[in-house]
């Protein structure tokens, strides 16, 4: 009888616990349907939107962490999520993700309320070489020779492809070029993000006015971090100012401005530079002392590796797109005050 006895109690704990793992994980879900549904294209926005809005949100990132934004394409199971959300919070400066996805993604959920969070920011241009200017002045056998393509290219399209070039690729990429020639990397730096915050705030007191003071509180408190972060990245690079650092792919550009600092990068328009292009960035590096070339993590390091090996620097991994915004952003600032010249 006591082992029987034993064996129902033993039963009776089991049963319990189970059932309150049942209700627990029901109570879980029943949380989770009922939380907004806000989508953002990069991971240091879902970070802004999440700080703003708390446990009321769930965060949807169409491009995850480690992806390429300029030709990532969500997946279908995104696009299903997508129809879910009730809110958008786009870059809105020129994201190549953006400019080619939006469309569509307003189409697929046209009630959804997209937010652009580059309101209220001037956009700068693309950091250029310094050296550009010259070649433009004092190489008219490149001249020439782009010219000549150009004459083939324009034979093709009377061959063959003339309405495919001249109508078509430009109905297409219309949209795409809104932004040509503009740097969309805003939220590199801590000012900007206020004002990116800032929207993100607007948006969703305007599809959640029953959680306005918890937005605004969150708000007030994540500012504030930005304000400290601002501070700590001054200190960090006090008297460097006017100082230059060379990076692969020109993503800092809105942090160089902002804290009085040069940009020099390496990558032309897009493109692995030329012989010739490789030769003018590793004699301003070895002109300006640079001996450090900073890259982001999912670029190619070729090119940035060659000027390292040139000029007796090193390779440096920063990540403009890294979630933990506030942390990333201090370490960059500490990476790029040892680089400096």
């Known amino acids: 009888m006591k082992k029987i006895a034993l064996l129902c109690t033993l039963f009776m704990i089991v049963f319990a616990v189970t059932l309150s793992g049942c209700i627990d994980e029901n109570d879980a879900d029943s949380a989770s349907s009922e939380k907004i549904v806000v989508a953002v294209s990069i991971a240091p926005q879902a970070e802004f939107v999440e700080k703003v809005a708390g446990d009321n949100v769930e965060v949807l990132l169409m491009v995850p962490q480690g992806a390429d934004p300029h030709s990532y394409e969500p997946t279908p199971s995104q696009f299903v999520d997508l129809s879910n959300a009730k809110m958008y919070a786009m870059v809105g400066s020129g994201l190549t993700f953006e400019d080619v996805m939006m469309d569509k993604i307003e189409d697929l959920n046209p009630d959804m309320l ?172 070895n002109e300006k002392g640079i001996k450090v070339i900073f890259v982001q993590s999912g670029f190619s390091t070729v090119s940035a590796s060659a000027v390292a ?31 400096l010249a």
């Open 114 to 285: 997209v937010v652009d969070c580059s309101q209220g920011i001037t956009l700068v241009e693309m950091a250029e070489h310094e050296h550009d200017h010259e070649d433009e002045a004092g190489h008219e056998d490149e001249h020439e020779d782009e010219v000549g393509h150009e004459e083939e290219h324009d034979h093709e399209d009377e061959a063959g492809h003339e309405g495919e070039h001249d109508h078509e690729d430009e109905a297409d990429h219309e949209e795409e070029h809104d932004h040509e020639g503009l740097d969309p990397h805003i939220w590199t730096s801590p000012d900007n993000v206020e004002v990116m915050v800032e929207n993100i705030y607007q948006g969703l007191v305007e599809i959640d006015p029953a959680n306005q003071a918890t937005y605004l509180g969150n708000k007030d408190a994540y500012l504030a971090e930005l304000q400290a972060l601002d501070e700590n990245i001054r200190d960090t690079l006090s008297g460097k100012e006017g100082s230059s650092f060379m990076v692969y792919h020109p993503a800092w550009g809105y942090f160089a401005n902002h804290y009085d600092l040069v940009q020099v990068p390496v990558e032309i328009e897009g493109k692995e530079p030329s012989v010739r292009d490789m030769q003018a960035v590793i004699d301003e590096a």
């Open 309 to 339: 090996s040139e000029i007796g620097g090193e390779v440096v991994e920063v990540d403009p797109l890294a979630k933990d915004y506030i942390d990333n952003l201090s370490k960059v600032a500490e990476a790029f005050e040892k680089g």
